[in-house]
């Protein structure tokens, strides 16, 4: 028996299919703007209003605005839709262009009439610049000549005239020359940035044939050999240019058109080839140029995915906006179908895609400049240009010689024969310190792939990578060379998985490689002792026995970002670089216990009470050896240095030496259980109190009444300051520049009283101090001794250069001792940038990690204020705060409390009351998150901030 047969689906039935994303297609600008129609509409608003011409004017630019808005409007859709942004530039082009045309003829048509132009009436319009290359963002400028055949007339002057107002009129900006082709010529032999300008020079409508004279009078005059005066004025005023904006490819928030590696440098590269080779559009220019059809592809892949970044950027904001900040960067992400992966959110994914573009460019830049040394046209740099050309010299190594005094190659086959020729480029121009010729960089780019595993895994090459690492005394120039080259990160895949990228958080001012190169020059510079960051890492390079490993620890020590736990991640991806590199299985277990804690001193030093005994027995025993101790020390050092500017500081730099050598002095001891620890740390108490005793004659009484860590918490010059304060008696409140420099140091002093700490705590806040460290004394009678270090807004001394500011905050506070502290409101300074990062508050509370106090972790958006909130909600469950322990990590903070119950002097505190601690102060973390950032027009998208240092 058969079934009976199916009935056709219907619209009901039919399975529902997902939709299949299609980017727009090939488009017309005669689909976008009929230009016959307009022009009848044009001449109807004319003819309607021949009596009325501010009527018709404006009848005639409404039209005209209305096909601008439309075709801009298509332009944005189509984009929305996976267009690329070279696409959409042209379209916007060819937008202004009908626009430009249409107004044009009806300026000379029915406006200002000439019946049989004369010779001094002859008109042309022509685009310049980025207009006349046929690629226009959403918020450019348009740049137009308005060309004459000699003189002015009043006829001409009356069509431009009419022209720039009424453009003016639909809002745009306009860039405006009115000149003769004489003009034109002797101005660009004059000026680079008018040559440039001419050079992308296009008809748009008028007198066609004068506008033709005029470009072949400036390719005659302006072009014609003189590529090597051209090609030395840009590549100067592009250096100009990477010394204005930061010469570093890889910040995090970098300007797409300015900064190194952006659309300018692109631009550079096409005018250059444009000048010397000829050409109109963009991809005939660059296929007549040097390259190869593979660093073609890259070139026109390069300009889409900027452009489209370029044009995303200044439809979301609404103006020439070309900084790609961090309250953009999620917005552009997602609308370029970047999505979240496992460990990578989409705006890193995003981001770093950014940066390995801008890493081609640099690549394509290299590859001109060889080609340009080839054909003799770029003129030789420095003392060169003086000197006769020598013959190349030839070098010890075969295929290597020294020419025009750079290190090259005597032809590609060098590379290609043996692939490890690619790090000994780099060894030997760091041994003869010369730098490498481009044409020895450029076959290097173009043989890369050969520099494959079977390559890296033998002897040699390990003895190659460890001595580019290792040789020399400066090796961060040499491993910055080769990882713009690429040949890093093909040596070492561990590190070239972390080329190019980002972490989405405010702390990092670089991508993690640019970083992880930095941290490994300052390492050099402290086994070197070139500058005074922590004169204690330099004298500990003396003792330790390994230098090897931490070198290599530091150049992996984030090699396990984005692929999960850092640390964990960390550990896995260095075992296996180390096994590589054929260390023994010690060294190799140092390298990967040094990357698997690298954090650990810095967040030890920066959120806990290094005077606890608990504290330092616990690290101690982490840390096991002095070996460790002193590797781990100087590897943080090296590490907070590079994140960033202004980053590091000597307060910092304070605290992890003394917990350096309250570490070093239990493991000297033999001794790292708290009984232990506690006895050294007494002793170095005791001693501290002879030695100051000798040195002043006597102390207060107050200071004798302190417990053992006020006395190792602060160095002998510190404790000198205090003594002297307080040797006269009662309140005290006093200032004086730290000495180790970083921020102002608050000495205050009076009678305790609960809420004390939250009234000073807020005063500060409303006086603009930022409270970057706080340690908080209480005497056995009752009187508080506080030292509070603090920075303005900045993160400078607060103060500094300021003494009646400084007189100011010290009657404020002494104001506060006496119950009187400072009200009104703090002030909120949340801004764009920092509204981009959705930041999840958290509160932890530890038993554990001392022995007298319950340790209070919480971690929220850094806002004015919020330490005073959080003290007084500590302040209110009636909890003293023995120590505070403040950080600020760019848009977060990350602070630690060590309380005890004000009525029992418990250290610990029952778990009903941990309860309602912590939901007091979930609320208080909770309390005034920022909106998103946004446009007038819209809602930008936000992203998770990233939980990485």
Known sequence: MTSPPKPPPTLLTRPARTPVSRRPGKWRIADIIDGRALRVKLTAAALDNMNSPQVARKQALNLLHGAMFRGRLIAQERLQQGADGLD??????????????????????HVHRASNPTEAERLAIVATGGYGRGVMAPSSDTDLLFLRAYKASPHTESVVEYM??????????????????IDCVKLAQDDVTIKTSMLDARFICGDQALAEDMMVLFQRESIKGKDAQFIADKLAERDARHARTGDARYVVEPNLKEGKGGLRDLQTLYWIVKHMYGGTSLEE?????????????????????????????????????????????????????????EGQQGVERFMKRYFLVAKDIGGLTRILAAKLEADHKKKPEGLRRFLPARTPQPLPEAGFMVDTGRINTSGDEVMEADPLNMIRLFTIARREQKDIHPTALTALTRNLRRFSETVRETPEARELILDAILGGTEPGPTLRRMNEAG?????????????????????????????????????????????????????????IENRRALYLAMLLHDTGKGKGDQQEAGMRTSRKACERLGLPDEETDLVVWLVGHHLEMSETAQKRDITDPRTVAKFARLVGSLERLRLLYILTVADI???????????????????????????????????????????RAEDRRAAL???LGALPPLLLELETAYWTGFDESDIAWHAGALAKGGDVVTTRMAPEGGAVALLVSGKDRPGLFADLAGTLARLGANIVAAQVFTSRGGRIVDVFMLQDIRGLPFGEGDPHRLKALEKAITAALDGKPAQGGVKSRTGRREAAFLVQ??????????????????????????????????????????????GSYGERVFDAFYVQSETTGDGHLSKARKEALKDRLMAVLS??????????????????AVDSF
């Not at 140029?289 to 900027?306: C, K, M, N, Q, S």
């Not at 970044?309 to 609308?335: K, Y």
């Not at 972390?498 to 941290?519: K, P, S």
Request: overall charge negative; proline content about 5%; aromatic content about 8%.
């Open 285 to 341: 220019v660059m296929k007549a140029g040097p390259f190869t059809d593979h660093e073609y592809a890259v070139f026109i892949r390069a300009a889409r995915f900027l452009w489209t970044v370029r044009c995303h950027i200044h439809f979301v904001t609404g103006r020439p906006e070309d900084r790609l900040s961090f309250d953009l960067q999620p917005e552009i992400a997602a609308r370029m179908g970047y999505r979240d992966r």
């Open 927 to 944: 309390r005034e998150e920022p909106e998103g950032p946004q446009t007038p027009a819209r809602k930008l998208k936000r992203s998770r």
């Open 164 to 181: 720039l107002y009424a453009l003016w009129d639909m809002g745009l900006k306009v860039g405006n020359a009115f000149r003769a082709p």
């Open 693 to 695: 005793n000798d040195r």
């Open 641 to 683: 240095k590079a994140v960033g500017p202004a980053v590091w500081n000597a307060w910092k730099g304070q605290l992890l030496a003394d917990l350096y050598h309250n570490t070093a002095a239990a493991l000297r001891g033999g001794r790292t259980d708290e009984a232990g620890v506690l006895g050294e740390l007494e002793r």
């Open 487 to 543: 040949v890093l990160g093909r040596a070492i895949p561990e590190f070239g998985s972390i080329v190019a990228q980002t972490q989405f958080n405010m702390y990092h001012h670089y991508t993690v490689d640019e970083h992880t190169l930095r941290a490994v020059e300052t390492i050099a510079d402290l086994e070197h002792g070139r500058g005074d960051i922590a004169p204690l890492a330099h004298e500990l390079f003396s003792q």
């Open 88 to 109: 959409t530039a042209r379209l916007l082009a060819a937008v202004q262009d009908e626009v430009i045309h249409a107004l044009y003829d009806f300026t000379v048509t």
């Open 841 to 886: 508050p958290s509160v932890q509370i530890h038993d554990e990690i001392s022995a007298d106090y319950t340790v209070v972790d919480i971690a929220a958006r850094d806002r004015p204020g919020l330490l005073h909130e959080v003290a007084e909600v500590l302040a209110e469950l009636k909890l003293s705060i023995h120590s505070a322990h403040v």
